[in-house]
């Protein structure tokens, strides 16, 4: 018996999670701009009218990932871990988390991190980032007032280069044999903590 191809492979399992999953691939490939429906049916195997069945168009798939990739950040905002206890230790544990959460969710992070608001839906999702970020800053900020941060360092400038070094993981990350977010979020705080603590 012949060994099924990818196409075959995906011709027969089309659902909405593996339609979004290979559409965010071919986004990051191609850029969101770059890709039409048919580069997307062509990725899939399949005619255009077989993803219109999933979805209404390329927009849709497109606000879909977003929101996967801001829906794990908003969680862990909403955790009690990042609202109660001395904000240097809360800053950690969220640096901590938003590495977790980049690593598990890669091709839609790193789909959201090259938005550039060309759409209502970027816009949308640019806007809901901006939120996130205001919250990062005023956790900075916060562990800046109470002399957890040095005080020599701008917290508008932490927080930039804080986030932006965790960011830069999307462009380079590759799963490793042996390796885990863990260990790489071990690396990245004692990196940055190491420096960025205070007296107190």
């Not at 508008?156 to 799963?175: K, Q």
């Not at 260990?183 to 903590?193: H, I, P, S, V, Y």
Request: a negative charge; proline letters at 6%; zero cysteines.
């Amino acid at each position: 018996m012949a060994t099924p191809t990818p196409t075959r492979q995906r011709r027969r399992g089309h659902d909405p999670e593996s339609v979004l999953s290979i559409a965010v691939d071919v986004f990051n490939e191609r850029g969101y701009d770059g890709t039409s429906m048919e580069d997307l049916a062509r990725a899939l195997g399949v005619t255009k009218s077989a993803i219109y069945y999933h979805v209404p168009g390329k927009e849709q798939l497109l606000a879909r990932a977003l929101d996967r990739a801001l829906d794990g950040l908003f969680e862990m905002v909403a955790d009690e871990r990042a609202a109660a206890g001395p904000a240097i230790d809360r800053l950690e544990w969220v640096v901590r988390q938003s590495v977790r959460i980049l690593i598990d969710r890669l091709p839609y992070v790193t789909l959201l991190l090259r938005v550039r608001g060309n759409s209502r839906t970027e816009q949308a999702a640019l806007e809901r980032r901006g939120e996130f970020d205001t919250f990062i800053g005023r956790l900075v900020t916060e562990a800046a007032a109470d002399g957890s941060i040095r005080p020599d360092l701008d917290p508008a400038l932490v927080t930039r280069l804080l986030f932006g070094t965790v960011n830069s993981i999307t462009e380079w990350y590759r799963p490793a044999p042996g390796g885990s977010p863990d260990d790489l979020a071990d690396a990245l705080l004692k990196m940055t903590f190491g420096g960025l603590r205070g007296s107190v």
